[in-house]
């Protein structure tokens, strides 16, 4: 065993003097009063001890303003830049941020840790296992989150759904809890005449690589379309009080006070994989007490998959630079159908946005299969596959293979390309969605050949693909497709004929 391993162990062994939090906030447990010399020292030397263990683990520093709770009891798991150790034993190396590939489990997507999985069902086995509170992980803040979620599905396969990030904070080791459910949730649409401090609100928080986003399953509390809250992920440390506040605010606006139902104080939490897992913990604790300590949403849920990708579309199409009428026409019509597609207030949109485990614990929506232009839709058909079939459709990749403009117009071919890909693409992916269904392993190279008109519309467009329906099918999508208006060097409306080649493979 590696000395920083055992000393690790030691160290957060300790912390099994912990009080269990009852909702009460603080950063970590300090000495009990009272006449016991004994238990004094005890917890003194157990906060002495997770302090050392913060400093192998180098776990994450909370930013001013954000609260942690007392340290619980639980076996530990440490996540450095080399390694994953669980009670002092090598469960996986670490080599740029990522797990070995060999030491993955669960599918393409490395859902879980095989080694440390073993280790976690093993130790859930001991009689002590059953006065866990949760497991406590010390993980390095920058590190992906990618790993960090790892580690908190491969407790949830052993059974153990309640994990607790150790921090520093300036009174010392404190933890962030969170819970790892098996399954995506189950909203409830609001009924007529519902009071509104009654209707379900289905919160997310939603981590991208450089952005946070609060939305509502319900969507009283915003879209992905139309976000309650849409923050930049700054270096400065003040995007976590910022959201804290702003889920201060529907709180007091909602219930000011008044007692809620376990329903109604639950939130989740969704990272991108590429998010560092500081700002994954940062977030957690953000959303659990607002300013003053009061409870905001205490039962905090961290889930993975969802797909998010149209909202690139919507970056795209608020931009709202100069353009000419038929074009800004065409994109609030794609507006309007992003919105609509979103949100269906279904089980499978609920599936997707917070996707539970498919049949082989892989998930299906999971962000490392994230890819520009996809939307909503095609996550919803899929998720009703693994609904109805025991072998789902595959998602489809498109990459652009190659690109050519043939006149020189104002027009680049990368700025088509740009809009393809961030408004179109999601069309072109259904076609071959289609054809996926047909042939799962069906691979394809397509030519798209078309020229955009005086008015920015597309004109003359031809597919060419091995597939005749694929072809024709991307065919109409093309028809609708409305870019800038092309002009020659005297600035007059022209015509600007283009050639993109795509590769399309399975998965």
Same mark, same amino acid.
């Given at each position: 065993m590696r000395p920083w391993a055992r000393v690790a162990l030691a160290c957060l062994a300790l912390t099994a003097c912990g009080k269990k939090d009852s909702g009460a906030t603080g950063a970590a447990p300090q000495p009990s009063a009272g006449p016991a010399t004994t238990t004094t020292t005890t917890t003194t030397t157990a906060a002495a001890a997770a302090s050392d263990a913060l400093k192998v683990g180098a776990a994450p520093a909370l930013p001013p303003g954000v609260r942690a709770e007392p340290v619980p009891t639980g076996p530990t798991v440490v996540v450095t830049k080399t390694?994953?150790?669980?009670? =002092?034993?090598? *469960?996986? *190396?670490?080599?740029?941020?990522?797990?070995?590939?060999?030491?993955? #489990?669960?599918?393409?997507?490395? $859902? &879980?840790?095989?080694?440390?999985?073993q280790l976690a069902t093993m130790q859930a086995r001991l009689p002590e296992a059953t006065k866990s509170e949760a497991v406590l992980v010390v993980i390095d803040p920058e590190l992906p989150s990618k790993l960090a979620q790892q580690v908190a599905r491969t407790f949830r396969a052993a059974g153990q759904h309640r994990v607790a990030f150790i921090?520093?904070?300036?009174?010392?080791?404190?933890?962030?809890?969170? $819970?790892?459910?098996? !399954?995506?949730?189950? #909203?409830?649409?609001?009924?007529?005449?519902?009071?509104?401090?009654?209707?379900?609100?289905?919160?997310?928080?939603? +981590?991208?690589?450089?952005?946070?986003?609060?939305?509502?399953?319900?969507?009283?509390?915003?879209?992905?379309?139309?976000?309650?809250?849409?923050?930049? +992920?700054?270096?400065d440390g003040t995007w976590p009080?910022?959201?804290?506040?702003?889920?201060?605010?529907?709180?007091?606006?909602?219930?000011?006070?008044?007692?809620?139902?376990?329903?109604?104080? $639950?939130?989740?939490?969704?990272a991108d994989d590429a998010v560092s897992s500081g700002d994954l913990v940062a977030a957690v604790a953000a959303v659990r007490h607002d300013a003053k300590g009061n409870v905001l949403f205490p039962d905090v849920q961290l889930m993975s998959g969802i797909e998010l990708a149209f909202a690139p579309e919507r970056d795209e199409l608020d931009k709202a630079p100069t353009r000419d009428p038929a074009e800004a026409? /065409?994109?609030?019509?794609?507006?309007? &159908?992003?919105?609509a597609v979103a949100f269906q207030e279904d089980s499978a949109w609920v599936d997707v946005l917070v996707a539970s485990e498919g049949r082989e614990?892989?998930?299906?929506?999971?962000?490392?299969?994230?890819?520009?232009?996809?939307?909503?839709?095609? !996550?919803?058909?899929?998720?009703?596959?693994?609904?109805?079939?025991?072998?789902?459709?595959? #998602?489809?990749?498109?990459?652009v293979a190659g690109?050519? /403009?043939?006149?020189?117009?104002? +027009?680049?071919?990368?700025?088509?390309?740009?809009?393809?890909?961030?408004? @179109?693409? *999601? =069309?072109?992916?259904?076609? @071959?969605?289609?054809?996926?269904?047909?042939?799962?392993?069906?691979?394809?190279?397509?030519?798209?050949?078309?020229a955009v008109g005086h008015t920015g519309r597309t004109i003359r467009a031809k597919v060419t693909a091995m597939t005749l329906d694929f072809s024709r099918c991307v065919e109409g999508q093309m028809t609708s497709w409305v870019f800038s208006v092309p002009r020659d060097a005297d600035g007059e409306a022209t015509e600007a004929s283009f050639i993109i080649v795509l590769a399309l493979t399975p998965d």
């Open positions: 390694a994953v150790v669980f009670e =002092g034993e090598r *469960a996986a *190396a670490v080599d740029g941020g990522q797990v070995d590939p060999a030491e993955l #489990m669960g599918g393409s997507t490395g $859902t &879980r840790i095989s080694r440390l999985e921090v520093r904070t300036p009174e010392g080791p404190g933890a962030v809890p969170v $819970t790892v459910p098996s !399954q995506a949730p189950s #909203m409830a649409g609001s009924s007529p005449g519902q009071p509104p401090d009654q209707a379900p609100l289905g919160l997310v928080v939603a +981590l991208l690589p450089d952005r946070v986003l609060v939305v509502s399953l319900s969507r009283l509390e915003g879209t992905l379309a139309d976000p309650r809250l849409d923050l930049r +992920l700054s270096t009080t910022k959201l804290r506040d702003d889920l201060a605010e529907i709180v007091e606006r909602r219930w000011g006070g008044r007692a809620r139902p376990e329903s109604l104080q $639950t939130i989740y939490v969704i026409a /065409a994109e609030a019509e794609a507006r309007k &159908r992003i919105d614990g892989v998930g299906e929506g999971d962000l490392s299969k994230r890819a520009p232009g996809s939307d909503l839709a095609e !996550q919803v058909e899929a998720a009703r596959d693994r609904e109805h079939n025991a072998t789902p459709t595959p #998602m489809g990749r498109i990459a690109k050519k /403009a043939l006149d020189d117009t104002s +027009l680049a071919v990368d700025d088509t390309l740009r809009k393809i890909q961030t408004v @179109y693409m *999601a =069309g072109l992916k259904r076609c @071959y969605k289609h054809e996926l269904k047909k042939d799962p392993t069906l691979r394809e190279r397509a030519e798209l050949a078309f």
